[in-house]
């Protein structure tokens, strides 16, 4: 497996790659949810590349960057074992440089839900993307499910801006408790850990509560509600009911629906999300 | 050569184009300004694709947007003439389907100047001239310097999201009396055009000023603005001395500098440019 830091260097490396070529885009701290995308890859694709770069401009100024894990001879290990090719691990210095000024911005996908907590978290998702896509020149892109809006902004960029490329987006890994494998649960003590679960058990009740013939949209949100708070560690932030693919809040009766929240534990913020319908 | 309107059409028929593939962006309404980058092209690439859409977002509310000269025949002709391999030109629907919601924007580059006086035309043009890229995939773009703040955006553009291609800019081509081509010169009567040779007598009397050791930023501005006084039919709209890359306005003692201007005749509004130093 090659490894790479400067664009350069990518450039010069990405000819000898063959086509289709599959980038897995990541902030590193490489868990089972990012290894089935790299897995999902190199089923797919003849060249796998990986990125590893935690993005300074998708974080708020009072969230996590700096605390964010952060361990690269673990993330190349990782990613070889799961079939990269090359792994591309650039400086913030070389992907922001000085008198850096052009952003890719969505409008209405981008407004509820985590852009409505994260101001201008999508405008950094967005033109980091794009930096990546451009840089790579991937055939195909994959992305996880659990960043539910993050996958459909990304959709919405591609077809947008004609990035001649396909968004694969792959199903939440689930630790066996049902907690969403993400780097940041790494945050949480044993305690919150253990609490964590409760977001799964909150969207699988309202998945069961649908199953079982509830279709409205304040019913559904009352069953995360309560599930969550049987959990005193828990602090929801949001709990949705949306449009899959609009993102829009949904009221009334509901055929299809991404039921989705947002949940402190501490300083620590878990989402995770389930499609219905 | 080949005509394609649909994106899919584009993809198929850029298959069997040889690389290096040169770029010409253009709204149409040809003339020999487009032709001289078309011609460049043609001679530092192995195959040519002109684009010819008149693009709405790059149009203010109450710009030229509808009056904006086409004649699509033609523009084949010339394009075909001048060595184009492929034109594409796609239809406003496809470019914009519904749902679209996603904008390239830039900082500084695009506040001062035509940014200044032309709101929310950079953003416009930012976001087309990514969606031409990605769609074309060509490895250089041609671009006039005419349009000389234009070039400087999609420059900088370039750079910062890691575009994989060359920026290419040509110089401006005149008319015999000086007058900058310029396909909204066809909205001039004949005095109009007559008049319209002062926007070039004004960017070379102040050109000849510096040459003469004239480096006062304001002494250069004044000498423009003498020279467009004596024109009646001409309302100048900004008139500056400004540091040709960061396009920041200077003020005092001069080296390096685009002279630039907008004016007004009747309802047509031209712009033209010169760098001295």
Chains 1, 2 share one sequence.
Not at 119 to 125: I, L
Not at 131 to 154: E, H, I, M, W
Not at 247 to 254: A, F, H, K, S, Y
């Amino acid at each position: 497996m090659n490894v790479v830091r400067r664009i350069a260097e990518l450039r010069a490396a990405r000819e000898s790659l063959a086509s289709p070529l599959g980038l897995v885009p990541t902030m590193g701290a490489l868990h089972d949810g990012h290894l089935s995308l790299i897995r999902r890859a190199r089923e797919e694709c003849a060249s796998v590349v990986v990125s590893l770069f935690v993005n300074p401009t998708q974080f708020g100024a009072h969230e996590d960057l700096g605390a964010y894990p952060r361990d690269l001879s673990r993330d190349l290990e990782l990613a070889e074992q799961a079939g990269a090719d090359l792994v591309w691990a650039p400086e913030v210095d070389e992907m922001y440089p000085p008198g850096f000024q052009t952003w890719v911005q969505l409008e209405s996908l981008t407004k509820p839900l985590e852009g409505l907590h994260r101001p201008g978290h999508f405008r950094g998702v967005t033109t980091v993307v794009a930096k990546l896509f451009n840089a790579v020149q991937p055939q195909r892109a994959y992305f996880g499910q659990k960043d539910a809006q993050q996958a459909a902004v990304v959709r919405r960029m591609v077809v947008d801006l004609n990035f001649p490329l396909e968004i694969v987006v792959c199903p939440i890994v689930r630790e066996a408790d049902g907690v969403a494998m993400s780097s940041r649960n790494a945050y949480l003590n044993s305690d919150e850990r253990r609490g964590a679960a409760v977001l799964f058990r909150a969207l699988s009740a309202a998945a069961e509560a649908f199953a079982a013939g509830e279709r409205e949209a304040d019913g559904l949100r009352g069953v995360m509600a309560r599930v969550l708070a049987e959990e005193p560690l828990a602090r929801p932030q949001y709990i949705s009911i949306a449009d899959p693919e609009s993102l829009q809040e949904l009221e009334g009766q509901v055929e299809r629906a991404l039921l989705s929240l947002a949940v402190h534990f501490g300083n620590t913020r878990l989402i995770d999300n389930l499609i219905v319908g």
